[in-house]
């Protein structure tokens, strides 16, 4: 089993920058493809980004390619979206996911098999 848990949350200015953080429990973290998701107030939880097991791999949701950046420290047990040039419409409650069956390039959230609590981004105009 895995327990996630995200960090990094917070208010900022649109076209400013945050980074979230999710450290993860457990020996067997390589093991999992990672995603991050998020849901805005009345809206469904929609997918981010995800990369895979060695990290050689990322995909990027088309609303947030080119601003967004996933990135994993196996050795720290971490995942991590850098986020930049937020827009308003980026806020949300974030959310690190993980995914232990094979494949990793997955968007939809049913997919994954142990989710964080989520973190708060408040992206201000």
């Known amino acids: 089993q895995v327990q996630l848990v995200e960090s990094g949350g917070g208010l900022v200015q649109a076209g400013g920058s945050l980074r979230l953080s999710c450290a993860a429990s457990g020996r067997t973290f390589s093991s999992y493809a990672m995603g991050w998701f998020r849901q805005a107030p009345e809206k469904e939880r929609e997918f981010v980004a995800a990369i895979s097991r060695s990290a050689d791999s990322t995909y990027y949701a088309d609303s947030v390619k080119g601003r967004f950046t996933i990135a994993r420290d196996n050795a720290k047990n971490t995942v991590y979206l850098q986020m930049s040039s937020l827009k308003p419409e980026d806020t949300a409650v974030y959310y690190c996911?993980?995914?232990?069956?094979?494949?990793?390039?997955?968007?939809?959230?049913?997919?994954?098999?142990?989710w964080g609590q989520g973190t708060q981004v408040t992206v201000s105009s």
């Open positions: 996911a993980a995914k232990g069956s094979t494949g990793w390039r997955a968007v939809f959230s049913t997919r994954y098999d142990y």
